[in-house]
């Protein structure tokens, strides 16, 4: 084998690279250094201007690469859709200054300064004006990805690079003689084509993609990464840097993945634990020190860089403070997230160093100041976003309940799947609780097979809640019928949340649901969805709510709203609430009292049954999301038992969740039946 510098073997390169990913934040974590200046400073001492035992050849350079478009397609991917629009003002004021001011204090310092040219001043003020998200993975582990700060940062990142990556074309097309009014028409109209792929075409496909390979997991996956590095590639080609065609790659998937799924699981793992940390250690490998420190021009160029470029980032994050009325550490939150130079200030200067524009010693003092604001950028964004996590989880309450107990009653193992990403989605990302998935077989001769052959079923639903990262326990019961062992299971597990899968199958004895379902509906007080999908959850676009009147006093409202909320958050589809007067202005009210907050379109009207009336109105990316009310309480009217038979009739290959809010009811079906008689 040999192990001569640099080192040539592959395996032993990849276990070195590994073994950085794995100690330098464990070890960096004791000392309250963020784990990502471990994996920069890992790259400068092996990388080739240090003990040279690491080259910066091919292999570093693509994984490098693939490492900086994971973190923009990371950032676009966890950005809270709703969030985002409603902070457009915000991140393009805070983008506009992120630019306007370190280009023109720049270019002023560095060519009235320091006496260079035009052009080269030029470049290099876009450089500063330019930065990469590389302490986004920070506020990711933190838990604030999806704050309004880190959202206006994401924002402001994608506007300030543009803008950045636009002078550069300009320079280079000036300089090369081709600045022509078609120049900047093909360039207008390659944009222009981007974008409508990227925000109009992506998502259709996704769509497509995701309800037909809803069982082929690793094929999601790959579908993920072909979007990712084709829009990548499709950047580049309208004239863009590959990173804003990262970014809004996450953007059109974004809805698409939600937050506890299984592929989101896997992306997430598979970026920050293989992608993002070749990329720092890529970057560490490219500070050459000794060029650094080998001349005075050098250094005095770079530390004017890093102090202009430190100076204007700040007072962008003080003026949007200021304008916008944050907090201080919101400030510094986003003077951390912004402050870092690495993938588009690198290409800048490369390209104008490559054409002639930039010097050798423009180089070195570039190289410089990317090292001194990563290591700025990770103090701050980590230091800030500790105490913003500590202010966020203190202020406005969110959906919390360590007590949300969910059971899954599991038959059939074509709902298996479905009913789990609704349990998933719809309870608080915070709870502790597993989800118990129930399998109940009837006490007779068979019992003993049966329990067998439900153990198989129940070891897929295993398996597939921990993909989602999602824990779930196995309970098996045997009694003399289906229903009795539910209502047993639910009270020795104290379960306050129960889903069910919804089967067309009606007798003319069964009140609603058929005899199990009734017997549950009506012996048990607990809040219960019954569900039907006929496309993947994750592929929801619009959720249609339907509010009978006087919903607003049941003792239940919130809890189903919440559950509601959670839903919304992960799918990030559209709303549209249906109700009467009162329960409308209620539903607005609770909505507002807890994060998260969803965005809703409100639709008047005295009619519960106006929905149900009118199926085509309900798409095949459209979830009927019907509320309930088991007889005896205010909300419930005697045309409700006529719901189960409409949705037979009309609704079986439409996608609806029925929910029973929580109350407390009779104890078993005929009490029921006697109080409805």
């Avoid at 969030?83 to 805070?94: E, G, L």
Wanted: charge should be neutral; include cysteine; hydrophobic fraction near 50%.
């Amino acid at each position: 084998m040999d192990l001569s510098l640099p080192l040539k073997d592959p395996i032993v390169i990849f276990l070195i690279i590994l073994s950085i990913t794995l100690f330098s934040p464990l070890i960096l974590g004791k000392l309250r250094i963020p784990g990502i200046i471990g994996m920069l400073l890992a790259g400068v001492i092996l990388g080739p201007h240090g003990l040279n035992v690491l080259a910066h050849d091919a292999s570093i350079t693509l994984f490098g690469k693939v490492g900086l478009l994971y973190i923009m397609f990371l950032a676009g991917l966890e950005v809270d859709m709703n969030d985002f629009m409603r902070a457009r003002v915000r991140s393009t004021v805070f983008g506009l200054l992120s630019f306007i001011l370190p280009i023109g204090a720049g270019f002023v310092a560095v060519h009235y300064g320091l006496g260079l040219d035009v052009v080269a001043a030029l470049l290099l003020g876009a450089m500063l004006a330019s930065h990469t998200l590389v302490s986004y993975p920070i506020a990711s582990k933190l838990g604030i990805a999806r704050s309004e700060t880190v959202t206006i940062s994401i924002g402001a990142t994608i506007i300030a690079d543009t803008l950045v990556l636009l002078v550069l074309a300009v320079i280079i097309n000036t300089t090369q003689g081709d600045a022509s009014a078609m120049f900047w028409i093909k360039l207008s109209l390659s944009i222009l084509g981007f974008m409508a792929v990227m925000i109009w075409l992506v998502p259709i496909i996704g769509r497509w993609v995701f309800r037909n390979l809803a069982e082929e997991r690793s094929a999601q996956f790959l579908f993920v990464l072909v979007v990712v590095f084709a829009a990548a590639f499709l950047a580049e080609l309208a004239g863009m840097e590959g990173i804003i065609g990262a970014f809004f790659a996450g953007l059109a998937l974004n809805r698409l993945i939600p937050h506890t799924s299984p592929l989101m699981n896997r992306v997430e793992f598979v970026g920050n634990n293989l992608f993002v940390p070749f990329f720092l250690i890529s970057v560490g490998m490219i500070v050459n020190f000794r060029a650094v420190v080998s001349g005075s021009e050098t250094l005095i160029l770079a530390s004017t860089l890093i102090a202009v470029g430190l100076a204007t980032k700040w007072i962008a994050a003080f003026v949007t403070q200021k304008l916008f009325k944050f907090s201080k550490v919101e400030r510094q939150l986003m003077f951390g997230l912004t402050t870092a130079r690495v993938g588009a200030s690198l290409a800048l200067v490369l390209v104008g160093y490559e054409i002639g524009l930039l010097n050798e010693t423009a180089l070195n003092a570039t190289i410089l100041v990317i090292l001194v604001t990563i290591l700025v950028s990770s103090f701050a964004t980590a230091s800030a976003g500790r105490k913003l996590a500590l202010t966020d989880a203190q202020s406005t309450p969110e959906l919390h309940n360590t007590s949300h107990k969910v059971l899954i009653p599991v038959s059939n193992p074509d709902t298996v799947i479905p009913l789990l990403d609704l349990a998933g989605f719809a309870r608080p990302a915070d709870s502790k609780e597993p989800i118990y998935a129930l399998s109940v077989v009837l006490d007779n001769d068979e019992a003993r097979q049966n329990v067998l052959l439900n153990k198989r079923l129940l070891e897929k639903a295993e398996k597939y809640a921990a993909a989602m990262d999602n824990k779930v326990e196995i309970v098996s019961r045997v009694d003399l019928s289906i229903a009795s062992g539910i209502k047993r299971a639910i009270k020795e597990l104290n379960i306050n949340f129960v889903v069910m899968g919804w089967s067309p199958k009606l007798s003319t004895r069964d009140r609603l649901f058929g005899s199990v379902l009734d017997n549950m509906l009506f012996g048990n007080g607990q809040l219960i969805l019954v569900c039907h999908f006929v496309v993947p959850l994750n592929t929801i676009g619009r959720i249609v709510v339907s509010l009978p009147i006087n919903a607003q006093w049941e003792p239940g409202f919130e809890a189903w709203l919440n559950t509601l909320k959670n839903l919304v958050k992960q799918t990030g589809a559209k709303v549209v609430v249906n109700g009467d007067e009162s329960a409308l202005r209620e539903f607005q009210t609770m909505n507002k009292k807890k994060k998260p907050y969803i965005e809703a379109t409100y639709h008047e009207t005295n009619d519960y049954f106006e929905v149900l009336m009118k199926p085509e109105e309900i798409g095949e990316s459209d979830l009927l999301f019907l509320l309930q009310s088991r007889p005896g309480f205010i909300s419930y009217t005697g045309n409700m038992e006529l719901v189960p038979r409409k949705m037979v009739k009309n609704f079986q290959e439409k996608n609806f969740v029925i929910v029973y809010p929580e109350q407390q009811q009779a104890s078993t079906v005929s009490e029921w039946e006697a109080s409805y008689t």
